[in-house]
């Protein structure tokens, strides 16, 4: 054996197994026997002059819609995949930079999470970007089975047990049972499509422009989806688009419940059609069980009210909807001859 194969074999021994969730909105890393050791917003700023990756996650972020033009500020994530390659990968590489110093000698297997719909072409491009990254062996994982593991829902007995996960670009609800998803359905309308329609809201009711960022800020302030919580309002400002010149308009909870109607119903109707292609017995196991919120829109004030109402079913958010799927995608690392059954083929 070469120096180097038994050098990388002593760092495998180490545990730089990984597990990841590369997110529409944000990345979280996980290291086996670690834990979580990143978890950021998924951008990346590139020197499009010497293509070199300059900033990553939080400090990328604060790029967005404020550079020259030789830096390309982006999310590479849309609606669940990849849409932008190089950024992806340039993206990766930035955040393992900061986690491993000498990256190349590692070669660790990953374990990462996908959204259910996803296609070949897709799944192909995850793949590849990790392997770019410099990983030795891949597993992918759905990601509402992820988000069940993560939430602690016993998916290895022959229980139903629902996950909706409502994150950045896609809300998939899913019936689990056995380590497989027996349904699933998955719309790309999630968090970001109501930071659209809250920013078009805001600039058909108010006349006042703002970036999706922005939008963003003020639904996790104030945002709710139902008009029965606790009412809160935030002064925003944005352009006014008539004059051009800068305007701060005092914007309510309820402006928000009205402004994301539309991605909220889409999101319950997602959830009716699962549950209606879902088998009487697992059916059952449901109701008796509940049904668990996750995703960082899980977060939405009053969204697991309006489920209730809607399913006469019990939801429940999960403990940190944000971290479910990487813990997820982290116990299967942990013990990969366990969770052989939850790696798609
Ligand atoms: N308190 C909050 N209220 C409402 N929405 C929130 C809150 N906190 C975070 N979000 C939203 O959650 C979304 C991000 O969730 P998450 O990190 O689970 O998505 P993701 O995994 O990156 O995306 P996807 O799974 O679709 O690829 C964003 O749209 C964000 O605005
Ligand atoms: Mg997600």
């Known amino acids: 054996m ?9 760092f495998g021994s180490l545990g730089v197994d990984m597990a990841m969730d590369l997110g529409t909105a944000n990345t979280l890393i996980y290291v086996k026997g670690r834990g979580i050791v990143v978890n950021e917003p998924s951008v990346v700023a590139i020197d499009t002059r ?9 400090e990328a972020r604060e790029y967005l819609g404020r550079t020259p033009p030789w830096i390309r500020a982006t999310r590479p ?38 959204p259910s719909g996803i296609t070949q072409v897709e799944k192909r491009a995850v793949k590849d970007s990790a392997y770019h990254a410099g990983a030795k062996k891949i597993f992918l994982v759905e990601e509402p089975m ?26 998939e609800v899913a019936v689990i049972s056995l380590c497989a998803t027996v349904y699933c359905e998955s719309i790309r309308v999630a968090g ?22 922005i939008a963003e800020q003020v639904k996790i302030r ?9 009412e809160k309002s935030m002064d925003v400002t944005g352009k006014e688009v008539r004059r051009g ?8 909870s309820a402006h928000i419940v009205e402004a994301v109607e539309e991605p909220v119903d889409a999101i319950l109707d997602a959830i009716g059609r699962a549950l ?35 399913t006469g079913i019990r939801a429940w958010v999960a403990d940190d909807p944000l971290t479910s799927v990487v813990h997820g995608c982290g116990e299967a690392i942990e013990d990969p001859a366990r969770w052989e059954r939850v790696f798609i083929a």
């Open 245 to 252: 010149g800068p305007r701060t308009v005092r914007v309510t």
């Open 77 to 114: 994530l849309k609606d669940g995949v990849i849409a932008d390659f190089d950024a992806a990968m340039g993206m990766i590489d930035g955040f393992l930079a900061r986690v491993f110093k000498r990256r190349s000698l590692l070669s660790p297997r990953i374990v990462i999470g996908v």
């Open 222 to 230: 104030i945002g709710a989806a139902t008009p029965e919580g606790e």
């Open 146 to 171: 992820a988000a069940a593991m993560g939430a602690g829902l016993d998916v290895e007995r022959p229980i139903g047990n629902a996950v909706v996960d409502i994150g950045g670009g896609t809300t």
């Open 50 to 58: 010497t293509n070199r990756t300059i900033a990553v996650g939080k």
């Open 276 to 310: 209606e292609n879902t088998p009487a017995a697992l059916l059952a196991d449901i109701k008796e069980r509940g049904i668990l919120l996750t995703g960082g829109g899980a977060l939405m004030s009053g969204l697991d009210i309006l489920v209730e109402k809607m």
């Open 2 to 10: 070469s120096f180097w194969s038994k050098l990388k074999q002593i």
């Open 192 to 213: 970001d499509e109501m930071d659209e329609a809250i920013a078009r809201y805001l600039l058909r009711t108010m006349h006042l422009e703002v970036n999706p960022a």
